[in-house]
T-cell receptor, first 115, second 112 residues
Framework: DVKVTQSSRYLVKRTGEKVFLECVQDMDHENMFWYRQDPGLGLRLIYFSYDVKMKEKGDIPEGYSVSREKKERFSLILESASTNQTSMYLC??????????????FGQGTRLTVV | GDSVTQMEGPVTLSEEAFLTINCTYTATGYPSLFWYVQYPGEGLQLLLKATKADDKGSNKGFEATYRKETTSFHLEKGSVQVSDSAVYFCARITGGGNKLTFGTGTQLKVEL
């Protein structure tokens, strides 16, 4: 059974803290993604990575950074958490088959509250 | 840039009604198109996909046809069930690209 695992389901952090959200996939996928999901705004792409040590900004990268040191792990970092980063964070991974993108598999999400 | 626009919800239907959820995409490149579904309390999962113009994706009674002339990928189902209540997301990825972009999602509520 394919799996994308996010390290925490619920997280509460204080303003100004450095926050790490971890995501691990066991499918040997090249692509990994971080989204945030907010009511009325859908899924917005924060960062994605198409290979180890490679990263690309998504649509809303401000206030975030990422790390991909190993193929199976993609970390999202909030350098100094703020209340407007309270959200549901979703990690996903996908592969390329003969150059074409295959379906993305999602983790269960991390609901982060910044107080 | 690459974007996807889908109809706002919530959409409320009676069981066995016909469903259409509209989705349009920007025509940059040659995108593959997807519909994902999120059932209450669960993560997103792929519902169906189409990779080129005129392709029809189908699954669980849902269908969507990739229409290049109208840049649309509308989701349809002939007879919805209460168990179809969920949030539906349209998404695109450019051929050869890696950036997967989603619409804002449409909540569907099906009542008895």
């Amino acid at each position: 059974d394919v799996k994308v695992t996010q390290s925490s389901r619920y997280l509460v952090k204080r303003t100004g803290e450095k926050v790490f959200l971890e995501c691990v996939q066991d499918m040997d996928h090249e692509n990994m993604f971080w989204y945030r999901q907010d009511p009325g705004l859908g899924l917005r792409l924060i960062y994605f990575s198409y290979d180890v040590k490679m990263k690309e900004k998504g649509d809303i990268p401000e206030g975030y950074s990422v790390s991909r040191e190993k193929k199976e792990r993609f970390s999202l970092i909030l350098e100094s958490a703020s209340t407007n980063q309270t959200s549901m964070y979703l990690c996903a991974s996908s592969s390329r088959l003969r150059g074409a993108h295959t379906e993305a598999f999602f983790g269960q999400g991390t609901r982060l509250t910044v107080v | 840039g690459d974007s996807v626009t889908q109809m706002e919800g919530p959409v409320t239907l009676s069981e066995e009604a016909f469903l259409t959820i509209n989705c349009t995409y920007t025509a940059t490149g040659y995108p593959s198109l997807f519909w994902y579904v999120q059932y209450p309390g669960e993560g997103l999962q792929l519902l169906l996909k189409a990779t080129k113009a005129d392709d029809k994706g189908s699954n669980k009674g849902f269908e969507a046809t990739y229409r290049k002339e109208t840049t649309s990928f509308h989701l349809e189902k002939g007879s919805v069930q209460v168990s179809d209540s969920a949030v539906y997301f349209c998404a695109r990825i450019t051929g050869g690209g890696n950036k997967l972009t989603f619409g804002t999602g449409t909540q569907l509520k099906v009542e008895l």
